[in-house]
Structures are given as structure tokens and as C-alpha cells.
């Protein structure tokens, strides 16, 4: 979860071209993370702290409150 398109761009490239991951998703805000998480149960999440529409501290709270398998 990343605002800023070109470091989300670059970590989706990076990442996606790596034979450990499978899947990418990106989302720009806290909005479309939510939205995203709800369908795709991710094994790891990389987030910005500083979201236009929230936090990503208290979107990684979200993501615990609706997968209690989150930072465990």
C-alpha cells in the first residue's frame, strides 16, 4: 500500500519478478487496501505509514481485526 505511483510501481515490478511470491496487489490508499483485503488474503503487506485517507498503522489494525492470523 503505497500513495506514491512510482515506489508502488517500482516495489509491484521488484516483487513480481521474485520466484518466492506468487501474487502482487497493489493499492494506493486505505480505501482500496480494504477493498483489496476483503478478496485476497495476503502472506505478507508492505504499507506506507502515511496514506491520503488514513494511516497504515491503523490499517494494519483493520487487517487484524478481520484476519486474526495478521502478526501472528
Known sequence: VEDETVIREKLTTVISGS???ETVKAASNCK???TTFSTF???AVLLDLGLP????LDLLRHFK???GQVLK
Request: aromatic share 0%; no cysteine; glycine share 12%.
Open 53 to 56: 485517507d488514513g494511516n497504515g
Open 65 to 67: 481485526e478481520r484476519n
Open 41 to 43: 488474503k495476503p502472506n
Open 32 to 34: 482500496d487496501a480494504l
Open 19 to 21: 520466484d518466492i511470491v
